[in-house]
């Protein structure tokens, strides 16, 4: 047997032959319109419509949830929309927001 057919036990990573991980959420990082940083405070408000579609990635949404947030640099408020795939009597209550 050659050494390159060997495994290697000292070599880190995905083995050979593992599938590629489904596509899961898209994440979306929402830029200050002014002045282009993506800090901001926590967000304050949501307001929640289900409002069902696919995206241009092709992953299915089922409500269209916008907060209300301030840029930590130029302290623009700004609403953030987020297209969320949730069960049909989940809330964005505060227990479902990201920090």
Known sequence: ???RNQPNPTK???PQ???NAPVGQVVVV???PECKSTERERYRFASCV???G???AGVEYSHVVRRRT???DCFKVRIDT???????DASPGDADEPQ
Do not use: V
């Open 70 to 72: 301030k840029c930590r």
């Open 17 to 19: 032959g593992s599938k």
């Open 82 to 88: 987020f297209l969320e795939n949730r069960m049909p």
């Open 50 to 52: 289900q409002h069902g």
């Open 30 to 32: 929402h830029q200050c």
């Open 54 to 56: 696919i995206t241009a």
């Open 1 to 3: 047997m050659s050494r």
């Open 12 to 14: 880190s990573g995905r």
